[in-house]
């Protein structure tokens, strides 16, 4: 008989990164996907060494682990699929569906399912992602520590209130990183710097300064007071910055993720 696997339902870009990522850690264990969509599989499969499932029945029925991996929108006709072909569903159930409830999920699947909640970072592709964890009631010990350890492979866990799963959601994407390199560099060529120099010097300024951050492990505002001379460069930037709205503007963005992983909730 063979092991059960770690089972994906979607093979798109999440599991993409979480396949590839537990593979470069060294992940040795069956990894089986299902998708409708071919293209999707066959990348997959030379990517991550990935098992393509012949149907949903066969996917869900080789899971030790199942991880939902669709859109928030599929999510509930996802579990309805899974119920409806009669598939003996996994006890441990981990959804990546960003706003969609363990309330939601315990009710659409209808199985005595433990559930839990992550939201990997697409940059655990490379191992160095950050996946923030809830966990439903009634989820073990043994299950907790079997999920956390599959997350960690890929990254940084974090285990955090489901009530803060949707701010986490809005705040920890890369793409606030590639947004403010973009701006920052955009900027840049406006005063002047060709496009490669001005997002080598974007891309600097944000990576290797919150680089510098972490390794030094000097507190944000001792930095911000070292860079702020004041009279300087820096210090002009900053308060240029902050007069035209800056943080409002980030707060705007944060509260507006929010209410998109809210709405997801109400589908």
Same mark, same amino acid.
């Given at each position: #008989?063979? #092991?059960? %696997?770690?089972?994906?339902?979607? /093979? /798109?870009? $999440? =599991?993409?990164?979480?396949?590839?990522?537990?593979?470069? +850690?060294?992940?040795?264990?069956? $990894?089986?996907?299902?998708?409708?969509?071919?293209q999707k599989l066959r990348a997959l499969r030379r990517e991550s060494r990935v098992e393509v499932a012949r149907d949903l029945k066969s996917a869900v029925e080789q899971a030790e682990m199942l991880i939902v991996a669709v859109r928030p929108a599929s999510v509930a006709e996802m579990l309805d699929e899974v119920v409806a072909c009669g598939a003996s569903a996994p006890r441990l159930c981990v959804s990546l569906a960003a706003g969609v409830p363990l309330r939601n999920l315990r009710r659409w699947l209808g199985h005595p399912v433990h559930w839990v909640r992550a939201m990997p970072s697409p940059v655990c592709r490379i191992g160095r992602g950050l996946t923030p964890l809830s966990f439903d009631r009634g989820v073990t010990r043994a299950e907790r520590v079997r999920v956390r350890k599959m997350f960690a492979l890929v990254g940084v866990v974090l285990e955090i209130p489901e009530r803060q799963m949707d701010a986490i959601t809005a705040t920890h994407s890369p793409t606030h990183g590639y947004h403010a390199v973009a701006t920052l560099a955009k900027a840049a060529q406006d005063a002047g710097l060709d496009r490669a120099t001005a997002l080598t010097a974007a891309a600097h300024a944000l /990576?290797?300064? $919150?680089?510098?951050?972490?390794?030094?492990?000097?507190?944000?505002?001792?930095?911000?007071?070292?860079?702020? =001379?004041?009279?300087? $460069? *820096? +210090? *002009? =930037? #900053? %308060? %240029?910055?902050?007069?035209s709205g800056y943080a409002q503007v980030v707060r705007n963005g944060i509260r507006a993720g929010i209410k998109q992983a809210r709405r997801n909730a109400k589908r």
């Amino acid at each position: #008989m063979r #092991m059960k %696997a770690t089972v994906f339902l979607g /093979g /798109g870009r $999440i =599991t993409g990164a979480l396949a590839a990522g537990l593979r470069l +850690a060294g992940y040795e264990g069956r $990894i089986v996907v299902y998708d409708r969509n071919p293209q999707k599989l066959r990348a997959l499969r030379r990517e991550s060494r990935v098992e393509v499932a012949r149907d949903l029945k066969s996917a869900v029925e080789q899971a030790e682990m199942l991880i939902v991996a669709v859109r928030p929108a599929s999510v509930a006709e996802m579990l309805d699929e899974v119920v409806a072909c009669g598939a003996s569903a996994p006890r441990l159930c981990v959804s990546l569906a960003a706003g969609v409830p363990l309330r939601n999920l315990r009710r659409w699947l209808g199985h005595p399912v433990h559930w839990v909640r992550a939201m990997p970072s697409p940059v655990c592709r490379i191992g160095r992602g950050l996946t923030p964890l809830s966990f439903d009631r009634g989820v073990t010990r043994a299950e907790r520590v079997r999920v956390r350890k599959m997350f960690a492979l890929v990254g940084v866990v974090l285990e955090i209130p489901e009530r803060q799963m949707d701010a986490i959601t809005a705040t920890h994407s890369p793409t606030h990183g590639y947004h403010a390199v973009a701006t920052l560099a955009k900027a840049a060529q406006d005063a002047g710097l060709d496009r490669a120099t001005a997002l080598t010097a974007a891309a600097h300024a944000l /990576g290797e300064g $919150i680089s510098y951050w972490r390794e030094s492990r000097q507190s944000l505002d001792a930095l911000l007071r070292e860079a702020a =001379t004041p009279g300087g $460069i *820096a +210090a *002009a =930037t #900053m %308060a %240029a910055m902050d007069e035209s709205g800056y943080a409002q503007v980030v707060r705007n963005g944060i509260r507006a993720g929010i209410k998109q992983a809210r709405r997801n909730a109400k589908r």
